[in-house]
Structures are given as structure tokens and as C-alpha cells.
């Protein structure tokens, strides 16, 4: 199956991306800790980085590629070059535009992003660090572009192996400060000229990959044809509805900045569930838009609803599991990862509580990823906005009141982390909901029993997770890093390997489904 080896190669580029952006996470805790300087590095590298995920990770191709691919039917190849030319110019007059600007309104901005940072010693460096890493914004959105045109010919492998670069560069940045003997704030300052490096990077193997691929792009004087009138209103909803879990987390940013290490706290956490909500959630998002939009177009209804139920039955099967392990053991996982260093066991154990928070919402975040394409490729961007926006009115208010609620136990970022999995609960139920009123999502038997199946996989998992993390209790938490790292692979290798024999017995997925599969084109 053509989506399955999709699926499979976004998957396993963002996985290698993602264990990387671990490398990376764990020589930041060890060099920056979870205080005042680390605490203005996330904040400075959260703005940029929220456009990466938005533009990268598929909100604004939610618009761009059904309206591409739709040029290049129309059109001709050329047609779509044409439509591709003049976006490409809206796009460097919109970037150079608010790049100025930030840049000059950085302070002010700052404060919006994280207005408990008015000690002034915290806002200087924070500024600083942002007016350095926000051109990293522009670098990504014309990754984002490129991504697009290289997914709407079926070329994923090349925009999937982009995002690798970020780490390469941002561990060789740390390597270079700890070599360097700098202390936090110096090693912070040059992390942040590694993430502009990494976005010139990814940028020019992208173009790279787009020149190889046969697509010349122009540079034409920017004017408001159909198409681009056409984009702008289908785009500005389909980044909120795309994106509104990342900017559910910067809300969340916003409200932490009045606790102490709070945004630290969150910040390794979100890195911990981004891991499978990257590999599985973005790999459905970038390849099942495609897959939907041609279908669609051609009139094939059978196999559009065909490939979402496939899609869900993936995203259930890698989703549940990660799931159950971030709820059930989430402090024997933050241990052997991050703590070293600067990063405390007090610490390990505020970002493991943040960790299980965000492990309840890991599935909603995932489907979402399933269920918006379904709308993005039927060009309907403004359904899923009017869901997110009801999801960020939830999530503001749940992260205030849970976090005001847990504050006096110290626990205020938990309440953030956990207002975050409700609102992603509430946007999965509405698009899902939505979908079946109109009859353009109808789960099939197959889809029935084999989410049975993985339910009860992921059961067994958790008992099999908690046995063994008693049973090396010793090791995780008493006999150094290298027997906690020990004790973390054996941890996850026995929990795989049961949860692999129940899917193979209760017949929700076995080996040979996997191969055919990825065989059968």
C-alpha cells in the first residue's frame, strides 16, 4: 500500500529527527538546567519553533496542496509552477515584512509570549535570544512551501529528512559551547545562532530537492490572482484549525511564565510526548492529505473512507501504547533521559508529572492529525477552525483554573499540561462528530475490532510497563545513568514485545498484515 510506505518513510525520518531532538534535550538540561536561562531560551525558541510546527508539520499545506494539486489537473504542470511562482513571491513579501518587524517589536512580543518575565534581567536575555532565532520563522515557512509541492508529487522522503538537520546542528552548537567552556547564558546565546544556522540549512536542501524534482520556480511580481485569493482564505483558517494544539502549548507557555521553571518543566515534557505524536501524528498529517485530495478529485469516495479508517487504525496502534507508558511510568522514563547534570531529580519529577498529563491527551492530538485532512481535502478550512477555537477557549480556561488550583502543591504546570489533553480531547470529538453527521467518515468492521484488539494490547502493556519498572526500581533510581538507561530499554523492549504478542493473538495486527501491507502497492 502506497499511504503505508508514506506513512512509513515521514514516520521514519521524524523518528530519527525526534531521537536527535532527545541528544539535543539532553545536553540542554545538562548545560541549561531548568531555570532563568533556560526558562528564556524555550521561551525565545517556542515562537519560531510554533511556526515550524505549523507550517512544517502541515497546517498551511492543509491549504496549499489541495490547491496545487488541483492547478496541476486543471493546468498542466506548468499551471501549477505558475500558482507556485506567485505564492512563492506573497510569501518572501509577507516573511521579510514580519521579520522586520518583530524584530524591531521584540520586547513588546516577548512580553505577550511570556508576560511573567518582567524581571528585567529575565527579559533582556530573552529578548536577545528570540531576536536571534526569529528569522529561523522565515527559513521554515519557505521549508514549509517546498515540503508542500515535494508531497503533492509523492516525493516525501527528502522534506521528511529536513527537520534532522535542526538537531545535527543544534548538538554540534552545544559540543562547540561545551568545548568552549562557556557558562549558561553564553552557551544559550550561541544556541540561538544554531537555530538560524539549522533553518538556512534545511531551507537549501529543500530548494535543492525542488530544482532536482523538475519544478522551476519564479519570482513574479506578487498579484492577487483567484488561486492566491483562494489560498489566503482557506489558509488563515486551516493554520488555526491545523496548528491549534501548538498554539494550545504556547498558551500554555504564556500562563507558566508566572511560575519558576514551570516553562522548563513543560518544555522537556512536551519533548517526551512529541516524540510518538511526531512519528505517528505528523506522518498521517503530511501523507494522508495528499492520498485524500487525489482520491477526492478522481471521484473515488470508497477509497477516501477506505484510507481514513486505515489511517485510524494506525494512529491507534502506535498512539495507545505511548500513550499507556507516559500515564502509567512517566518518572522511570524522564530519569534516565534528563537527569544529569543540571537537571535535579526534583526536577525529573516536576517534568514527569507534566509528562503523564500530556500522556492522556497523546491520542486526541494524534487523531486530530487523522481527522482534519478529511475537511482540509474537501477545501472546508473554516469547520475545523470554529472546533479549535472552542478548543482554545477550553484550553485557556482549564490551564488558568487547574493551574491556579494546583499551584499551592507547586504543581501549576501539571494543570497547564493536563487543560492541553482536554482541549485536544474536545477538538478530536467535535472533527470526529462532525465527520459522521456528514457522512464523510464511516468506520468500517475492520476498524471496530481491531481498535478492540489494540485496547486490549495496550492493557497488557501498562501491566507488563509497571512489573518491570518494580522490578528495577533499584536500577532506575540508584545506580547511576548508565544502569537507568539499561533499565529504561529493557523497560520498553519487554512492554513492545507484549504488546506485539496480544495484537498477533486477539488478530488486531499481526507481522504478516505489516508486510503485505508495505509490499502491496
Known amino acids: 500500500m502506497q499511504l503505508a510506505r508514506n506513512f512509513a518513510t515521514v514516520g521514519a525520518y521524524t523518528a530519527a529527527s525526534r531521537v536527535l531532538g532527545f541528544a539535543r534535550d539532553i545536553l540542554i538540561a545538562a548545560i541549561l538546567g531548568a531555570g532563568p536561562v533556560s526558562d528564556a531560551f524555550f521561551v525565545a525558541f517556542k515562537l519560531p519553533n510554533l511556526f515550524r510546527r505549523l507550517f512544517a508539520e502541515g497546517a498551511f499545506n492543509s491549504a496549499f496542496v489541495p490547491l496545487f494539486a488541483r492547478a496541476r489537473a486543471e493546468d498542466g504542470e506548468a499551471g501549477g509552477e505558475t500558482f507556485a511562482s506567485m505564492v512563492l513571491s506573497w510569501l518572501l513579501v509577507f516573511l521579510l515584512g514580519v521579520t522586520a518587524l518583530a524584530e ?79 557558562d549558561a547564558q553564553g ?33 513574479p511580481r506578487p498579484r492577487a490572482t483567484p488561486r492566491v485569493r483562494r489560498l489566503v482564505k482557506l489558509g488563515i483558517p486551516g493554520v488555526a484549525a491545523g496548528g491549534i494544539t501548538q498554539i494550545n502549548i504556547v498558551a500554555g507557555t504564556i500562563i507558566a511564565s508566572f511560575w519558576p521553571g514551570a516553562v522548563s518543566h513543560l518544555y522537556y515534557a512536551d519533548r517526551l510526548y512529541q516524540l510518538p505524536l511526531g512519528i505517528v501524528g505528523v506522518a498521517i498529517g503530511v501523507a494522508l492529505l495528499p492520498d485524500l485530495s487525489r482520491r477526492l478529485r478522481a471521484g473515488d469516495v470508497g477509497g477516501a473512507l477506505w484510507t481514513q479508517n486505515r489511517a485510524f487504525e494506525f494512529a491507534l496502534m502506535l498512539t ?41 491527551g497523546l491520542p486526541a492530538f494524534v487523531l486530530i492529525k487523522v481527522f482534519s485532512p478529511s475537511y482540509f481535502a474537501r477545501e472546508d478550512t473554516a469547520t475545523p477552525m470554529i472546533f479549535a477555537g472552542v478548543s482554545m477557549v ?78 528495577l526500581n533499584g536500577w532506575f533510581f540508584a545506580a547511576g545513568d548508565r544502569y ?38
Not at 172 to 182: D, R
Not at 330 to 338: A, K, Q, S, Y
Not at 431 to 447: E, I
Open 104 to 182: 524591531l517589536l521584540m520586547p513588546l512580543l516577548v512580553l505577550v509570549m511570556a508576560p511573567g518575565f518582567a524581571e528585567e534581567s529575565t527579559l533582556d536575555i530573552t529578548v536577545l535570544y528570540t531576536r536571534i532565532c526569529f528569522p529561523y520563522l522565515a527559513a521554515m515557512s519557505l521549508v514549509a512551501f517546498f515540503s508542500g509541492i515535494l508531497n503533492t508529487l509523492n516525493r516525501f522522503a527528502v522534506a521528511a529528512f529536513a527537520p534532522v538537520l535542526l538537531n545535527v546542528v543544534l548538538i554540534a552548537t552545544l559540543f562547540l559551547a561545551g568545548w568552549q567552556g562557556l
Open 187 to 219: 552557551a544559550a546565546t550561541v544556541l540561538s545562532g544554531g537555530v538560524f544556522v539549522a533553518g538556512l540549512a534545511q531551507a537549501s536542501l529543500l530548494f535543492i530537492a525542488i530544482r532536482r524534482a523538475g519544478v522551476s520556480l519564479r519570482l
Open 320 to 360: 495507545l501504547p505511548a500513550a499507556a507508558a507516559l500515564v502509567v511510568v512517566p518518572f522511570e522514563i524522564v530519569v534516565p533521559l534528563f537527569e544529569r547534570g543540571a537537571f535535579t531529580r526534583e526536577d525529573a519529577a516536576m517534568t514527569a508529572a507534566a509528562v503523564a498529563a500530556y500522556g492522556f
Open 394 to 471: 477550553v484550553n485557556v480556561a482549564g490551564s488558568i483554573g487547574f493551574a491556579m488550583l494546583l499551584a499551592p502543591q507547586g504543581l501549576a504546570h501539571v494543570g497547564i499540561a493536563a487543560a492541553t489533553s482536554l482541549a485536544g480531547w474536545v477538538n478530536a470529538l467535535l472533527l470526529f462528530t462532525g465527520l459522521l453527521r456528514r457522512g464523510d467518515f464511516v468506520p468500517d468492521n475492520l476498524l471496530w475490532s481491531r481498535s478492540l484488539g489494540f485496547l486490549a494490547a495496550s492493557l497488557a502493556l501498562v501491566i507488563a510497563a509497571v512489573l518491570i519498572a518494580d522490578g
Open 484 to 521: 537507568a538507561t539499561i533499565a529504561l530499554l529493557i523497560m520498553v523492549a519487554g512492554s513492545a514485545a507484549i504488546f506485539a504478542v496480544v495484537c498477533e493473538v486477539s488478530g488486531a495486527i499481526g507481522v504478516r498484515d505489516l508486510i503485505r501491507a508495505f509490499k502491496k502497492s
